[in-house]
């Protein structure tokens, strides 16, 4: 298909892991964006890619949350020493621009035990 | 900080009946509003966007206008169908397309 698809559809890990979310977003999209959206509540922004450089990161948590987009397509979020309340589902979107409608992934359901 | 809250749910309604999902912002500049929805087993969705005070943004018989003086987005449908039951989160984003911030999301159910 064409759309944006994310890789696992679910992971279960145990606290303190590592684990790493993929996006493969929608060809030729050069902005792609994380948001994390728990329980209940609307998408949370992560951090946004404008090719292969991350343009905003003030949406991380903290530390332990990285992302990367080295060829300015399929980009990898990883989390270390994952913690309960990584729990969540990660929701990733790609747009042609930054002014242009987000297209969102179907998520990676992530669960911390 | 830039923020939205929407009215919470869940809305239940039956099939034909008229729908309003309350959205106001705070903000600052100029930003864009967008309602996206999520259908059941699927992605979020855009659904309708207005980019400029007084815009009205419509798609599928939902309508919305931008309220830059109640700083408002109110999601409007005059005629609902149960294949419209779904969760529908209110959003805006920066004057320059950043910082998106969605509100916490309300569930419609439409009942035949």
């Known amino acids: 298909g064409a759309g944006v698809s994310q890789t696992p559809s679910n992971k279960v890990t145990e606290k303190g892991k590592y684990v790493e979310l993929r996006c493969d977003p929608i060809?030729?999209?050069?902005?792609l964006y994380w948001y994390r959206q728990s329980l209940g509540q609307g998408p949370e922004f992560l951090i946004y890619?404008?090719?292969?450089?991350?343009?905003?990161d003030s949406g991380l948590p903290n530390d332990r949350f990285f992302a990367v987009r080295p060829e300015g397509s399929v980009s990898t979020l990883k989390i270390q020493r994952t913690e309960r309340g990584d729990s969540a589902v990660y929701l990733c979107?790609?747009?042609?621009?930054?002014?242009?409608?987000?297209?969102f992934g179907p998520g990676t359901r992530l669960t911390v035990l | 900080g830039n923020s939205v809250t929407q009215m919470e749910g869940p809305v239940t309604l039956s099939e034909e009946a008229f729908l309003t999902i309350n959205c106001t912002y705070t903000?600052?500049?100029?930003?864009?509003l967008f309602w996206y929805v999520q259908y059941p087993g699927e992605g979020l969705q855009l659904l309708l966007k207005?980019?400029?005070?007084?815009d009205k943004g419509s798609n599928k018989g939902f309508e919305a206008t931008y309220r830059k003086e109640t700083t408002s987005f109110h999601l409007e449908k005059g005629s609902v169908q149960v294949s419209d039951s779904a969760v529908y989160f209110c959003?805006?984003?920066?004057?320059?397309?950043?910082?998106?911030?969605f509100g916490p999301g309300t569930r419609l159910s439409v009942l035949p």
């Open positions: 979107a790609s747009s042609f621009s930054i002014h242009n409608e987000q297209f």
């Open positions: 060809s030729g999209h050069t902005a």
């Open positions: 890619f404008q090719g292969t450089g991350a343009a905003d």
């Open positions: 903000a600052t500049g100029y930003p864009s």
């Open positions: 207005a980019t400029k005070a007084d």
């Open positions: 959003a805006l984003s920066d004057n320059y397309g950043q910082n998106f911030v």
